[in-house]
Nanobody, 122 residues
Framework: QVHLVESGGGLVQPGGSLTLACAASGFTFNNADMTWLRQAPGKALERIADILSGGGSLYYVDSVKGRFTVSRDNAKNMVYLQMKDLKPEDTAVYYC???????????????WGQGTQVTVSA
């Protein structure tokens, strides 16, 4: 059974940095591409970054390019999202997921963690 647990969220001031972590278990992690998504209050789910099983990044949404970096440690079954120069509009619940299906901004499939809250505010 796939199990994903995010951690590292919190309150940070604009311009600050935060690193999220996702611990994975229940599947062959080093064969799986992984995805980070987020959902801001009252808004649709947004796919923000993908990382390939071997560690290459596949996708970043334009709004985070140059500020967020996705990485993974296959020896530890961990995925990370390093976030810098955070903005109030980055405030959201952040999820890591395996094979996520999002249609119309709604979660319709895949394996997801419980999410971790990131709040960017002065």
């Amino acid at each position: 059974q796939v199990h994903l647990v995010e951690s590292g969220g919190g309150l940070v001031q604009p311009g600050g940095s935060l690193t999220l972590a996702c611990a994975a278990s229940g599947f062959t992690f080093n064969n799986a591409d992984m995805t980070w998504l987020r959902q801001a209050p009252g808004k649709a789910l947004e796919r923000i970054a993908d990382i390939l099983s071997g560690g290459g990044s596949l996708y970043y949404v334009d709004s985070v390019k140059g500020r967020f970096t996705v990485s993974r440690d296959n020896a530890k079954n961990m995925v990370y999202l390093q976030m810098k120069d955070l903005k109030p509009e980055d405030t959201a619940v952040y999820y890591c997921a395996k094979d996520p299906t999002v249609i119309g901004g709604r979660r319709l499939g895949g394996s997801w963690g419980q999410g971790t809250q990131v709040t960017v505010s002065a």
